[in-house]
């Protein structure tokens, strides 16, 4: 069985990893249905074992403001404990136990701000583990929809695949460009650090960055491009500014470097 749970939202997301807990499952229903069940035509109501610890968890989902929230209580020895307080494009995918493997529910979270604004999306990705939840992806990406040139389809945006093991590289030149693809052509697009280019960030010499993926390019040097995940530390703020803009502990960018001044650590 694959159960899928999605809501599509329009502004700015709040998330809190909480541990808002109460006695009493029936006042927490009780108080969703008196809030929001009468002025949300998108009210609804889950119990699945979200976790697999053998005991039924609570999925909310309701429209609040121009958007949807969705929460996750997990009950924890007769206890429900709230853990996801969600605001964005959720989408939420159960899959049973198969082949001697464990039940699993992801949560992902896909937000944009608003129109005119930033094209950089935050991606997080949650999984729930016996009473507690996982935070698995954490990162900002260049939402492509932006971009429209027409080239666009012959563009390396995203890796095919991911390495089975990512390791990582020290950049070994200042202001080191970061880019949306992986070529070195000139781009009609928005918000980037120069105009006519697909550069998003510039990192720090010395900065450590996560390689996740490579691309062998077709440009003259035929260089290889790696695509990585940075920390907001490596990015050179004041030489351009760091898309990472949301108030997420911890979040990441992911991008296209070349390999052409970078060394494995």
């Known amino acids: 069985m694959k159960f899928k749970l999605v809501g599509i939202f329009f502004m700015i997301p709040l998330l809190i990893v909480a541990q808002n807990e109460s006695d009493s499952i029936d006042a927490v229903i009780k108080d969703y249905k008196e809030n929001y069940a009468n002025t949300s035509e998108d ?3 889950k119990l699945i074992d979200v976790d697999n610890d053998h005991d039924l968890d ?3 989902s309701f429209g609040c403001g121009e ?3 969705l929460r996750v209580h997990l ?3 007769g206890t429900y404990k709230k853990v996801i307080d969600e605001f964005g494009v959720v989408s939420v995918d159960f899959i049973d136990s198969r082949n001697n493997k464990a039940s699993k529910l992801t949560l992902n979270s896909v937000t944009n701000h608003c129109c005119g604004e930033s094209p950089f999306g935050s991606h997080r990705d949650f999984s729930f583990v016996a009473d507690e939840v996982v935070l698995e992806n954490n990162y900002v990406s260049y939402n492509h929809e932006y971009y429209n040139d027409e080239d666009n389809y012959r563009l390396v945006l995203l890796p095919g695949h991911a390495l089975e093991e990512a390791y990582d590289v020290r950049i070994t030149t200042d202001n080191y460009n970061v880019r949306f693809s992986a070529d070195l052509n ?3 697009a928005s918000f980037t650090c120069d105009e006519q280019t697909n550069i998003i960030a510039k990192l720090y010499k010395g900065a450590v960055v996560s390689v996740l993926a490579t691309y062998k390019g077709n440009d ?3 260089r290889t491009w790696l695509y990585v995940e940075i920390s907001n530390e490596a990015i050179n703020d004041d030489v351009c500014s760091s ?3 949301y108030d997420f502990e911890q979040q990441k960018l ?3 470097i070349s390999n052409k001044y970078v060394e494995k650590k």
């Open 254 to 256: 992911r991008g296209w």
């Open 58 to 60: 609570y999925i909310f």
């Open 220 to 222: 003259h040097e035929e």
């Open 186 to 188: 000139s781009h009609n």
């Open 243 to 245: 898309p990472i803009s």
């Open 75 to 77: 009950n924890t020895k």
């Open 43 to 45: 009210f609804s109501i």
């Open 67 to 69: 958007g949807n929230c």
